[in-house]
């Protein structure tokens, strides 16, 4: 399983970032997968859900701002967010539920 997680960087708070994750070595359409999100000093936590069938489903902190989906380019998963606010700024991965493989992840940095 490979995952490879792009689109990070550094905006203002406010600003608008669309990361991507694209997915090798599985059957793509058959995955739950997920975003989630690791700040300096604090634990990882999950961001956003998208099932196999494409059904979101988002943690509170994000809901509103943050949408998942998977019908792009094939074997990729990406994460719209909007309305950024400082304290999104953390390293953000994606993942397949049913695999306990994590890609390097992208650098999410929101400016006040």
């Known amino acids: 399983v490979q995952l490879q997680a792009s689109g990070g960087g550094l905006v203002q708070a406010g600003g608008s970032l669309t990361l991507s994750c694209v997915v090798s070595?599985?059957?793509?359409?058959?995955?739950?997968m997920d975003w989630l999100r690791q700040a300096p000093g604090k634990q990882r936590e999950s961001v956003a859900t998208?099932?196999?069938?494409?059904?979101?489903t988002y943690a509170d902190s994000v809901k509103g701002r943050f949408t998942i989906s998977r019908d792009g380019a094939p074997n990729t998963v990406y994460l719209q967010m909007n309305g950024l606010k400082p304290e999104d700024t953390a390293r953000y991965y994606c993942?397949?539920?049913?695999?306990?493989?994590w890609g390097q992840g992208t650098q999410v940095t929101v400016s006040s």
């Open positions: 070595g599985i059957t793509f359409s058959a995955q739950t």
């Open positions: 998208i099932t196999s069938g494409g059904i979101p």
């Open positions: 993942k397949a539920r049913r695999y306990a493989v």
